[in-house]
């Protein structure tokens, strides 16, 4: 549990969430987080994405943009001009019902914690008083990223979505926001305490390890975002079936349907989709589709 929330971090799409600082000086990757699959004459680029960077994350290396101008239409996890909406929603899940507090729902141990944390920060405690405790986890891990600057605005997701605005490219979404939102909304009550108590323990760690994380993920270090996310959900695997097994089985037909057709695409998704056995490069790979990593 104690790598949940980073992992939670990395694999979902939020609309405050910004994940890691910029390394420029990192040395060049010899491969990058970008898969070509094919059939055919069509290519579709799978592509990891950390879903919110500092603003100097940019530019990206080479092979990212000539992957952008190959491809015809763009996918993305969500519709991310629904954004605001899903905040929305997302905020509606994660109330308590009226008269309930969240001082009563994780006792008075962990209310304190939060408590101390958010006067030290400048907040104020009654703030989290209505939300459920995966919502004040969201919400303090949000906190504290404005505080160094990382922005979801930045996110690659974001940077691509808004490329593809400009140049007039067809977008399409694999979810719903809400699907998206139900992700936290049915965690367990135990595992929503536990997500908010963790929360509070590590989130001194959190700049440093998404330091890290951004550092690797530009290197194209593809076995340290799988090592992380298979560490991360170790004590809970019904946990990484819903957020992530079941999600790459869902979205690989979307995929082979690009495949099927006469254009070129560029598919968008969290890095720590396409790793590991499960992930959706390996799912794709045992389809029998051709697959190079750039």
Do not use: C
Not at 4 to 15: D, F, H, Q, S
Not at 227 to 241: A, K, Q, R, S, W
Request: aromatic share 10%.
């Amino acid at each position: 549990m104690v790598l949940m929330r980073r992992v939670l971090v990395l694999v979902l799409l939020v609309a405050w969430f910004s994940a890691i600082a910029a390394a420029q000086d990192a040395a060049p990757a010899e491969k990058n987080f970008i898969w070509r699959v094919s059939k055919g004459s069509t290519d579709v680029y799978v592509v990891g994405s950390i879903h919110a960077l500092k603003e100097d994350a940019y530019p990206l290396p080479q092979a990212f943009e000539r992957t952008f101008e190959e491809a015809e239409v763009l996918v993305f996890e969500i519709d991310l001009g629904e954004m605001t909406a899903t905040a929305v929603q997302l905020m509606s899940a994660g109330s308590l019902a009226p008269g309930t507090t969240l001082e009563q729902v994780v006792g008075a141990q962990t209310w304190k914690e939060l408590e101390a944390h958010a006067e030290e920060s400048g907040f104020n405690p009654s703030v989290f008083s209505g939300m459920k405790p995966w919502m004040a986890a969201l919400t303090l891990t949000a906190f504290e990223l404005s505080k160094h600057g990382y922005l979801s605005s930045s996110g690659l997701d974001t940077y691509f979505m808004q490329r593809a605005d400009q140049a007039g490219k067809e977008t399409r979404a694999l979810e719903t926001a809400e699907a998206q939102v139900s992700l936290f909304a049915d965690l367990t009550q135990e595992q929503s305490r536990a997500f908010l108590r963790y929360t509070l323990r590590d989130l001194e760690l959190m700049i440093p390890e998404m330091e890290e994380l951004y550092i690797r993920w530009r290197a194209g270090d593809v076995e340290y975002v799988e090592h992380m996310m298979l560490e991360g959900f170790e004590e809970f695997p019904d946990v990484f079936t819903r957020m992530v097994g079941d999600r790459n089985r869902a979205w690989v037909p979307q995929i082979e349907e690009l495949l099927a057709g006469d254009r070129d695409a560029m598919v968008v998704v969290g890095s720590a989709h396409l790793v590991g056995d499960e992930g959706v490069i390996e799912l794709l790979r045992k389809k029998g589709y051709a697959i190079e990593r750039l």
